[in-house]
């Protein structure tokens, strides 16, 4: 066929097109941030429908589909319907990558190499999970799919410059999540590296209701935690340096418990409920070996959460500040109807030199993976 200019045209026109479409085939529009902004989201599913939904805003997770013993799949995870919600004063981090730096940093201010740094104060009288404005759960990440052995993944990368919310260093992080074919489980690996020595932290902040996301309570929810110790905190939940054994306090999860069972002595207190970080046994694991955090499990459903983690500690909160606030598909999320369970470095551990090390140096590559298990029994 002889090509003319004219078909020739509308041939690279068609290709350029399609190859635009295979670039961008999985993330699907999910409206726009309130200034404008484009936010999509990537749908991972697997072999047995379990379905994992990401968007760029903020590297979040909006939906997790399970299966509960009968095969009934439910969302066990809060979150918005659009941008805005997850823009907006009822988003309590609903499902996002929390950083540069998760939990409190003490009035925020920390020094390193000779140097005074202050942060936001954004959760009197300290900074919380990175920040106000520029934290990573408010940026637009770069997104793309990739295909793993076992299954299928989202690859979200975010290069935050020096000085951004107050750190040094310019920071390039990528969170991977994937999603196994057959276990119902997904992966989440973080790596970051910097240009300047920095601290840096990194969690998954979703809510969790294995009832699915809306039920009135989670306080049936048995928990166990693989933690003998504790890290004590202030009345600012900053922890005093002490490491303190849970045994004989409320905070003992070592073989499953109802959340609910002891939680209303903990009221009065400064967490209002439970919202400490635990210190994981991990006896002689390696730094990098996944080892076995905490388990949830809602009896109705029998569905089941595992978790395993490379990180020395994770930190239990009761959803205390769970306010009604209207969710996805109409939900309400009440007072306590939902968990976290975010494996991290313990708080403020760039004021704590006994803590193990959130410094992150020039040449050095930070590496943190967690697993979550889903099954029903
Ligand atoms: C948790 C933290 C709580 C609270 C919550 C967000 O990670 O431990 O104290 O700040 O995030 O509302």
Redesign the pocket.
């Known amino acids: 066929m002889k090509c003319t200019p004219l078909i020739a045209g509308v041939l690279t026109a068609g290709l350029l097109l399609a190859a635009a479409q295979i670039a961008s085939a999985a993330g699907q529009p999910f409206g726009k941030t309130a200034d404008g902004q484009a936010v999509e989201v990537y749908t991972l599913k697997n072999e047995n429908g379990m379905t994992v939904k990401l968007m760029t805003l903020g590297a979040t997770i909006t939906e997790l589909h399970v299966p509960d013993r009968d095969g009934k799949f439910a969302d066990v995870v809060l979150g918005f319907d659009a941008p805005a919600g997850y823009q907006s004063e009822d988003n309590?981090?609903f499902g996002c990558t929390?950083g540069r730096v998760?939990?409190?940093i003490a009035k925020g201010k920390f020094s390193l190499d000779g140097k005074d740094y202050t942060l936001a104060i954004n959760?009197e009288p300290n900074h919380?999970?990175g920040g106000a404005k520029r934290s990573l759960d408010k940026v637009i990440w770069k997104a793309k799919e990739f295909q793993t052995k076992t299954g299928r993944g989202v690859r979200f990368s975010y290069t935050s410059p020096d000085g951004e919310e107050g750190y040094p260093g310019t920071l390039k992080v990528v969170v991977n999540f994937s999603l196994n074919n057959k276990n119902n489980s997904l992966r989440i690996a973080y790596r970051a590296e910097t240009d300047k020595a920095t601290p840096v932290n990194l969690?998954n902040?979703a809510y969790f209701n294995l009832a699915g996301a809306g039920s009135d309570s989670v306080l049936d929810h048995q928990l166990t935690i693989n933690a003998d110790r504790y890290t004590p905190t202030d009345d600012t939940?900053i922890p005093t340096g002490k490491i303190a054994p849970v045994d004989g306090t409320l905070l003992d999860f070592r073989k499953a418990k109802k959340i609910g069972a002891r939680i209303k002595k903990l009221d009065d207190q400064a967490?209002i409920g439970y919202?400490h970080?635990y210190v994981l046994n991990r006896k002689d694991a390696q730094d990098d070996a996944l080892v076995f955090a905490a388990r949830l499990r809602d009896p109705q459903s029998g569905r089941t959460l595992g978790i395993r983690t490379t990180e020395p500690g994770i930190?239990f909160?009761s959803g205390?500040?769970?306010k009604g606030q209207q969710g996805k598909a109409g939900k309400t999320y009440a007072h306590r109807s939902a968990v976290?369970l975010?494996t991290q470095h313990y708080?403020d551990s760039i004021n704590h030199p006994e803590f193990p090390t959130t410094v992150l140096k020039p040449g050095d590559v930070y590496q943190s993976v967690t697993n979550l298990f889903f099954s029903a029994r």
């Open positions: 309590q981090y929390t998760c939990n409190r959760n919380l999970h969690t902040h939940l967490t919202d970080n930190q909160y205390n500040f769970l976290c975010e708080p």
